[in-house]
């Protein structure tokens, strides 16, 4: 079936360092990818998504590139802030599956000044 | 604010008891999506509704669940004879049935069965 496994967490880094919170995943059909964020207290929100093969999502200076090669869709940033603190999901919406989304587990990041 | 709405935002109930939640999507929005989460879990699909009718059930959706949208607008989800591992956040979202990969959600009720 179709499934997300996302790097665990949770990740701390300096401001203005290199994030990059890895996502693969499985699916049967073809799926679209998501990254969503969660901040403290708040709902999920759309942070990114690419719909085919080769797609870069981008978005508030992050971005994730669809592979299809490697079924990944890593979530990169250049220079995470103290605000970028929140939880990550990678998700995947399979139109074979009735559209359906699939998480991952989540990555707790936190940003020190 | 015309986001999606969930009341109540946390509800704490006894074992045994019927709980029953509200989600309010966005106005033109003719999907509505039902998920749970866990702590330290992403969620979980449970149920989705095109107008009134609910088109797909996850086998999440146990017995003691059963969603409802009566008139294609809000949602209602009532777990029956609660129990412990029923202890959730349970989110809603909603889309169009023409963009059904860009989902909104709201901030999600917390249940606690105690």
């Known amino acids: 079936g179709d499934s997300v496994t996302q790097m665990e967490g949770p990740v701390t880094l300096s401001e203005e360092a290199f994030l990059t919170i890895n996502c693969t995943y499985t699916?049967?059909?073809?799926?679209?990818l998501f990254w969503y964020v969660q901040y403290p207290g708040e709902g999920l929100q759309l942070l990114l998504k690419?719909?085919?093969?080769?797609d870069k999502g981008s978005n508030k200076g992050f971005e994730a590139t669809y592979r299809k090669e490697t079924t990944s869709f890593h979530l990169e940033k250049g220079s995470v802030q103290v605000s970028d603190s929140a939880v990550y999901f990678c998700?995947?919406?399979?139109?074979?599956?009735?559209?359906?989304?699939?998480f991952g587990t989540g990555t707790s990041l936190t940003v020190i000044p | 604010d015309t986001g999606v709405s969930q009341d109540p935002r946390h509800k704490i109930t006894k074992r045994g008891q019927n709980v029953t939640f509200r989600c309010d999507p966005i106005?033109?929005?003719?999907?509505l999506y039902w998920y749970r989460q866990t702590l330290g879990q992403g969620p979980e699909f449970l149920t989705y509704?095109?107008?009134?009718?609910?088109?797909?059930k996850s086998r999440l959706l146990s017995d003691r669940f059963s969603a409802e949208r009566p008139k294609g607008s809000f949602s209602t989800l009532e777990i029956q004879r609660t129990e412990q591992g029923d202890s959730a956040m349970y989110l809603c979202?909603?889309?169009?049935?023409?963009?059904?990969?860009?989902?909104?959600f709201g901030p999600g009720t917390r249940l606690t069965v105690l």
């Open positions: 106005s033109e929005h003719n999907r």
């Open positions: 699916a049967t059909g073809y799926p679209s």
């Open positions: 979202a909603s889309s169009l049935a023409t963009d059904t990969d860009t989902q909104y």
């Open positions: 690419a719909t085919k093969a080769d």
């Open positions: 998700a995947l919406s399979d139109r074979g599956t009735g559209n359906q989304f699939y």
């Open positions: 509704f095109q107008n009134e009718a609910q088109l797909e």
